[in-house]
C-alpha cells in the first residue's frame, strides 16, 4: 500500500534564498503526504539556512541539517545516509516539482514492482524579461508502459536518442543506492553523468513513466551556468575513462556494451564545443584514441575520425551545424 510508504526527498541547499521557498512549498504541499524532506545547508553563506530552519520548526516532516560546503555531490551523499524513506527523490533547490508529482511516481514503482521509476522534466529558461519564458520538455525515457532491467532500459534510452542523465529525473529505491554503495563523486562537475548510468546498470526494474513532474529553471547564476569550463571538460573526460572501464567488465552482450561505450564516445568529443576552444589545453589533456576506439554507430565513427586528425575542425564542423 502506498500511503504506507514513505519516501524521502533530500534538497541539497546553497545560494538560493531567493527561490528556496518556491522549492520547499512544491514538497511540504504534495498530495502524498508521507514523506520526509532533507535538507542538506551545505554552508550557504546568504539567508539558506535560515529558511530551511523555519521550514523545519513548522513542519514535522522537515529536517534540516548545516554542514560545511563540499558540494553538490556531497550534500547528496549527506542526505542519502540520513534518508529512511523506501524510495529517494533528489530535488535541486532552485528547482520545484508538481503537487501530485509523488503520488503519481510512487503508484507507478508500487504497481511494477520498480527499482527506479522515471518521468519527464520541464526545462524553463528566462530571458532578461520575467515574461519571456521558454519551455522545454527533456524526455524521461525512450519506451513507456514498457517494465525493463537497468541494462536495457539504458540501451534503449541510447539508441532512441532519449538518455536523460538528471539524477532529478527519477526516484529510486534507497537501498538500491545503498546496498550497491553507489554515492555521488565529490567535487566532479557534471555528476550526473557519472553517477547516473551505474545505478541504472544496477537496476533490475525499471519504468517509464510520461508525464512531466519536475520543473528545472535555467539561473544565470546557478552552478550550472557559472561552471569552470576546463574543468567541466577534465571532469567529463574523467567521466568517460571511469565508465569505459567499468563497461568493459560488465557481463552482458557485446552489442550492448558497444552502445553504451559509443554514448561515451560521443560526449568525450563533444567536450571541444564546450566554452572557448584551447588548443594547448587540449594536446594535454586528450586521448584521441577514446573515441575511435570507443565508436559503434558510423556515424560515431566518422566523427570520431574527423576529432582524432583535428579537434579544431571537427568543434568548427559540430558549431557549424549545432
Not at 524579461?129 to 520538455?137: A, M
Not at 565508465?243 to 559509443?262: G, P, V
Request: glycine share 4%; charged share 30%; net charge positive.
Amino acid at each position: 500500500m502506498i500511503d504506507k510508504c514513505l519516501v524521502s526527498v533530500v534538497v541539497p541547499v546553497y545560494k538560493v534564498e531567493k527561490c528556496l521557498r518556491r522549492c520547499i512549498d512544491s514538497i511540504i504541499n504534495q498530495t502524498f503526504t508521507q514523506i520526509e524532506i532533507i535538507l542538506v545547508n551545505d554552508g550557504s553563506p546568504d539567508g539558506s539556512g535560515e529558511i530551511c530552519d523555519k521550514y523545519s520548526m513548522q513542519d514535522r516532516r522537515v529536517k534540516a541539517f548545516h554542514k560545511e560546503n563540499g558540494g553538490l555531490s556531497d550534500a547528496r551523499n549527506y542526505g542519502i545516509d540520513r534518508a529512511k524513506g523506501e524510495y529517494i527523490l533528489f530535488v535541486d533547490s532552485d528547482d520545484y516539482i508538481e503537487f501530485d508529482a509523488i503520488e503519481k511516481m510512487l503508484f507507478y514503482a508500487n504497481r511494477h514492482s520498480l527499482d527506479v521509476v522515471c518521468a519527464d522534466m520541464c526545462k524553463i529558461s528566462e530571458g532578461n524579461s520575467k515574461s519571456v519564458i521558454k519551455r522545454t520538455t527533456l524526455l524521461g525515457g525512450a519506451s513507456k508502459n514498457k517494465i525493463m532491467t537497468g541494462e536495457e532500459y539504458l540501451v534503449d534510452c541510447i539508441y532512441k536518442k532519449q538518455l536523460s542523465v538528471a539524477a532529478c529525473t527519477r526516484m529510486y529505491k534507497t537501498q538500491l543506492i545503498k546496498k550497491n554503495k553507489i554515492y555521488f563523486k565529490k567535487g566532479l562537475l557534471h555528476e550526473d553523468e557519472n553517477w547516473t548510468p551505474k545505478i541504472l546498470l544496477a537496476a533490475n526494474r525499471i519504468g517509464y513513466f510520461n508525464f512531466v513532474f519536475y520543473n528545472y529553471i535555467i539561473r544565470e547564476d546557478s552552478i550550472t551556468q557559472a561552471v569552470n569550463k576546463k574543468k567541466h571538460i577534465s571532469d567529463v573526460m574523467i567521466t568517460c575513462e571511469e565508465l569505459e572501464s567499468e563497461y568493459n567488465k560488465l557481463l552482458i552482450s557485446n552489442k550492448n556494451k558497444r552502445i553504451l561505450k559509443d554514448y561515451l564516445a560521443r560526449l568525450y568529443i563533444n567536450t571541444c564545443t564546450y566554452g572557448d576552444f584551447d588548443k594547448k589545453f587540449y594536446t594535454l589533456k586528450v586521448d584521441r584514441l577514446f573515441a575511435l576506439r570507443n565508436s559503434f554507430f558510423i556515424k560515431t565513427k566518422l566523427e570520431a575520425l574527423i576529432f582524432y586528425f583535428s579537434i579544431e575542425l571537427y568543434r568548427n564542423i559540430k558549431l557549424k551545424f549545432k
